[in-house]
């Protein structure tokens, strides 16, 4: 997600709509007892896509003690680190990121003491795993054109798409550019096709950076999950 997080849902214009979730508001998020760590994420989308994907490989988050927290924003990670991390509630943190936004991400790391000038490597091997553009992209090339095409039109969004792919200023791009213009063009969008996208991809080719999250999660010696 970019620093902003997932659009807010809208309601204008004709077409299909979609599901609103809150995003984590700055502050406002309070695990229960019970939680043993915390997965920070850009946006509730995000969010999403992490649970879909644990629930596939037969992982109970909730069970093991593990809040997956929407942060609304890359911009948020200091606080949540804060809040969370060795200055706060001292909990295992790990998380997702974009690689435009790193710089945010390594600077909350450092500030709360978790590594100096951390390099991509040093923050994966704190739990901290990078998306190339966001983590819809690495979704959509995991799948393939063809593939997400295909869920498109099963969620009933084909003209919709074909139109985007119509306006002079896609019609240069990339269908992976264009896909991944698609799921953003819309509020809720993205929330809407998250899980959707997780649930239809080869467990073989699960993205390089959930795929490190949810290693990082199940590795006994992280002290996150049993």
Known sequence: MRAGGDPAPSS???????????????????PTA????????????????????????????????VAVLPMGGATNIGHFLERYGPPGLDLPVAGLYDEAEARFFRRGLERVGIGDDLSIAEMESAGFFVC???????????????????????????????ILQQQPDQREKSDQARLRRFMGTRGGRKIAYAPVLVDALDLDRVPAPLDGLLE???????????
């Open 132 to 162: 190339v553009a966001d983590l819809e992209d690495e979704l959509i090339r995991a799948l393939g054109i063809a593939a997400v095409e295909q869920i498109i039109d099963a969620q009933g969004d084909l003209s919709s798409l074909r």
């Open 34 to 65: 019970g939680v043993r760590a915390v997965v920070l994420v850009e946006g509730v989308s995000d969010q999403l896509a992490v649970e879909a994907l644990a629930r596939r490989r037969g992982l109970d988050l909730a069970a093991d003690g």
């Open 216 to 226: 990082h999660l199940g590795r006994a010696e992280s002290g996150i999950l049993r």
């Open 12 to 30: 204008a214009g004709s077409g299909r709509q979609y599901p609103a979730r809150m995003t984590a508001a700055r502050g406002s998020a309070s």
